[in-house]
């Protein structure tokens, strides 16, 4: 999700930027996109990666089922390179910077807004990308965060989205953000997988630490359980691809609260990993002289952003609805 300024510590460069300038030409008429088509009927599954520009484990993911010629075996898949502008300004010496280059790609999922923005280069990119978009029948959008080293799934509040994460099961932590969260509409939020009433679904999987190594594995494997609960690969094809994970407990939060910075003096009284429980009266932050607090008894802090700035995502709240948090680390 949200970045470090570069005055915060980053977390080790295990896997960090390479040239894919060679992927440029795609399949199709979209560069950085890559189309296979089965002889047999079935859905249009996308996943996708660089929607930020330096979470680097779904390039990793969609290069290595390019490497291993991939092709669905009903419908069609589709592995796209989205922020592909960001990914090539990816500095080791500051890789949070390369999130974007204008403006946050994942929060202009709206066709208004998308055109009435001529300027900026994410805008540019989403309308090259809208025409995929809009003929997932599925989508996985691979992320990475830079605290929490517990990997989730983010999904908007819709069954069907809700559905398709506990389908993968791998993250087995789900997430159900809270409308409007965010600063602006999310790629899985945008039409039509916004649609209560068509099928077309789509999910975000946080596959852990940026750059992590790990990180990588939890994004292949979140892919491959997709592709085959999909029907776009079969179980043999799946382990061949990605060994399995260490099986966790299926757990389900509701974000309850995002935070939003109302100073540029916004810190945190201790350090938070993810998913940690925080007291109803505990201080948890101070922004500027106010105290922050939990929202709510049996409160988790999901996420807190490092060093957010005056108008930013801060930190966002949730509650555990379905599971058991007992064996949470
Ligand atoms: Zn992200």
Redesign the pocket.
């Known amino acids: ?1 949200q970045d470090p300024s570069p005055a915060a510590p980053l977390p080790a460069l295990d896997v960090g930027w390479r040239d894919i300038s060679a992927y440029r030409a795609g399949t199709g008429d979209i560069p950085y996109v890559f189309t296979f088509t089965a002889a047999e009927p079935g859905p249009h599954v996308v996943v996708n990666a660089l ?2 520009g330096n ?1 680097v484990s779904g390039r990793e993911v969609v290069l290595a089922l390019l490497a291993a010629e991939v092709r669905p075996l009903r419908g069609t898949l589709s592995l796209a390179l989205a922020n592909v502008a960001a990914h090539d300004r990816f500095d080791p010496a500051n890789p949070g910077a390369s ?1 974007f280059v204008d403006r946050d790609f ?1 929060r202009l999922w709206d066709d208004a807004l998308i055109e009435a923005d001529t300027q900026s280069v994410e805008a540019q990119r989403a309308r090259e990308l809208q025409p995929l978009y809009r003929r997932a029948d599925r989508l996985l959008d691979l ?3 830079f605290l929490s080293d517990r990997p989730f799934f983010v999904v908007p509040d819709l069954e069907k989205a809700i559905g398709l994460a506990r389908e993968i099961a791998t993250p087995a932590t789900t997430v159900v953000l809270s409308a409007g969260g965010m600063h602006g509409p999310t790629l899985m939020e945008y039409a039509p997988f916004a649609d209560p009433d068509t099928p077309a679904s789509a999910v ?1 999987a ?1 596959c852990g630490q940026h750059w992590a190594r790990a990180a990588v594995d939890q994004a292949m494997a979140a892919t491959v359980s997709f592709l085959a609960k999909q029907g776009i690969i079969d179980a043999d094809r799946a382990a061949g691809l990605s060994p399995p994970l260490p099986a966790e407990p299926p757990r389900l939060y509701r974000m309850s609260a995002n935070l939003f910075a109302t100073t540029d003096s916004f810190h945190y009284v201790r350090s938070f990993r993810g998913f940690d429980p925080v007291g109803e009266d505990e201080i948890v932050a101070w922004d500027g002289d106010q105290p922050i607090h939990a929202p709510h008894a049996d409160a988790v802090v999901i996420l807190a952003r490092p060093h957010p700035k005056r108008g930013g995502e801060a930190m966002s709240f949730g509650r555990l609805v379905d599971g058991d948090d007992h064996h949470a680390e």
Do not use: G, K
């Open positions: 999700m929607t930020h979470e999130r994942n992320h990475t965060t975000v946080e």
